[in-house]
């Protein structure tokens, strides 16, 4: 029998049931943080299609987590001003034009282009679905990542774990980068996917600190658009180019 007051018991207690919620939350998280890694190896290694990575990535492991955690990021939808809008179009011109003189001088280096462009009729891209998939890597893919890796994984971590400081920034960054891994080895030369996949962890801290510098989630997700995702179509393009496809 406790000799503790009743008072003090039941303090305890609510303790401890506050405690195993917080790491029963955490945990959902951290299964939420890796599954996209299963699913888009699933997609690219056994439906070897695109689009049907895309949709299994979208709907099974983003939206469950943005409608989930939307009250994390609701006050940040502020709609960025003109002056940041300026400093993104301008980021965007500038790392576009690095990208492609990169890929133009060094790519050889990297990747093989006739592999990728061989990956690419594998995974499904053909002429009827490239400009539409185009469009929707630009326009829906950062919104839904930034929502989720930043504006729900990011900010719930740091909930969950404030005694850990940026435990948000540094394991949504982590896992934002870790699942392009196998995305990264079967376009890259071995070495390269490493680089690349360590580069994009780095990217996805500065997605995390450009939206606590603003709070507004809004730009990290212009910034992730204007930046690497209209850079990849770009890339893609002078790939085309490049192989003389029509």
């Not at 000799?3 to 959902?28: C, F, G, N």
């Not at 462009?117 to 009827?128: A, E, H, K, S, V």
């Not at 740091?158 to 435990?167: G, I, W």
């Amino acid at each position: 029998m406790s000799d503790l007051p009743d008072e003090e018991s039941e303090s305890v207690v609510a303790r401890a049931l506050k405690e195993y919620a917080r790491l029963r939350e955490l945990w959902i998280i951290i299964c939420m943080m890796i599954l996209p890694y299963s699913i888009i190896w699933l997609g690219m290694n056994f439906f070897k299609s695109a689009v049907w990575s895309l949709a299994l990535y979208h709907g099974l492991c983003l939206l469950p987590g943005i409608i989930w955690g939307k009250e994390t990021f609701r006050k940040h939808l502020r709609i960025p001003g003109y002056l940041e809008l300026l400093w993104l179009i301008i980021a965007s011109a500038l790392f576009s034009f690095a990208s492609l003189f990169t890929y133009q001088h060094f790519g050889s280096m990297v990747l093989s282009d006739q592999h990728v462009f061989d990956l690419m009729q594998t995974l499904g891209y053909n002429r009827d679905i490239f400009t539409p998939l185009c469009i929707y890597i630009v326009v829906v893919n950062p919104a839904l990542e930034e929502l989720f890796w930043r504006g729900f994984v990011m900010n719930k971590l740091d909930e969950l774990c404030p005694d850990f400081p940026h435990c948000g920034l540094i394991w949504s960054s982590f896992a934002y980068g870790a699942f392009h891994y196998p995305i990264m080895q079967l376009v890259m030369y071995p070495g390269w996917a490493e680089f690349g996949t360590v580069a994009l962890m780095v990217y996805g801290a500065g997605l995390g600190i450009l939206y606590r510098k603003t709070q507004s989630v809004i730009m990290p997700a212009l910034a992730h658009a204007l930046l690497t995702d209209l850079s990849a179509v770009l890339l893609m393009l002078a790939l085309f180019q490049k192989l003389n496809v029509r």
